[in-house]
């Protein structure tokens, strides 16, 4: 699921990436939405925000939202560092890194306690930067391994392409390209499935846990790594017995 690269990677491998990672997305957005009031998936809506308090000359609500903005850039940095380094050495392990950290994050944040948040509003804006930092990194994360296949925490583009390539089932007449197209058309399926169900458990789940919703997401992430390394080590006692028979 994370290790594949290039000719390696299979469709099988970006549909296990695709619905784990969209499900953390969705949870943390929805997090986000109801803790702090703020998008942590994308910024597409802050830039908007951006400039309308820039019009009416709210320069420090103008800068807290160029603010978010900068720190999904910077996650996606630090993403995309870290895993050019790692990959000088161990590329096979290059994702492990910035999912930790993501997912350490998130413990930290979901154990912070709602009423100190409640009291203190440049938390808030603490909270906001630090989601949208670690959904920065998890995009590039998702990315880079995936070859740009997959994109896990917004969904204008994935509706964009979603829509071209429904448009196409109705040209397409070879095999070959139909059945391309179908597995693109699921992919895409399965990412905006899995964030809507991330969303709507996430908000159910607020009600009574609030911020520690977040150890839901902090949780599928220790579940695909253990996944990853559990299938890694059975494929390769696998390959040893084969060598020796």
């Known amino acids: 699921m994370f290790r594949h690269k290039g000719k390696k990677r299979t469709y099988s491998h970006n549909l296990k990436l695709a619905s784990i990672l969209s499900c953390v997305a969705g949870l943390v957005n929805i997090t986000g939405v109801l803790a702090v009031n703020t998008l942590t998936t994308n ?3 802050h830039f908007a925000f951006f400039s309308e308090q820039l019009f009416l000359k709210n320069y420090r609500m103008a800068f807290m939202y160029l603010l978010y903005i900068l720190f999904f ?39 912070t306690p ?17 989601l949208l930092f670690v959904m920065g990194m998890q995009n590039a994360l998702v990315t880079k391994i995936s070859q740009s296949v997959v994109r896990t925490t917004h969904l204008t583009g994935l509706f964009t392409d979603l829509g071209i390539e429904l448009s196409q089932v109705f040209f397409y007449r070879e095999k070959g390209e139909k059945t391309r197209l179908h597995k693109s058309i699921f992919l895409k399926l399965i990412i905006i499935s899995c964030f809507f169900l991330g969303g709507i458990i ?6 009574h846990f609030e911020l520690k919703t977040l150890l839901l997401p902090a949780g599928l992430l220790v579940f695909a790594l253990w996944y990853d390394h559990i299938l890694f080590r059975y494929y390769h006692l696998k390959r040893r017995f084969r060598h020796h028979d």
């Open 43 to 45: 910024v597409t809506g």
């Open 73 to 111: 850039l910077i996650g996606a940095f630090i993403s995309g560092l870290i895993m050019e380094w790692a990959s000088q050495y161990r590329s096979h392990n290059s994702y492990i890194i910035p999912i930790s950290i993501e997912t350490v994050i998130m413990l930290i944040v979901g154990f």
């Open 114 to 130: 709602i009423l100190l948040l409640r009291s203190d509003p440049s938390l808030s804006i603490i909270i906001s930067s630090v």
């Open 202 to 207: 996430g908000g159910f789940t607020f009600q």
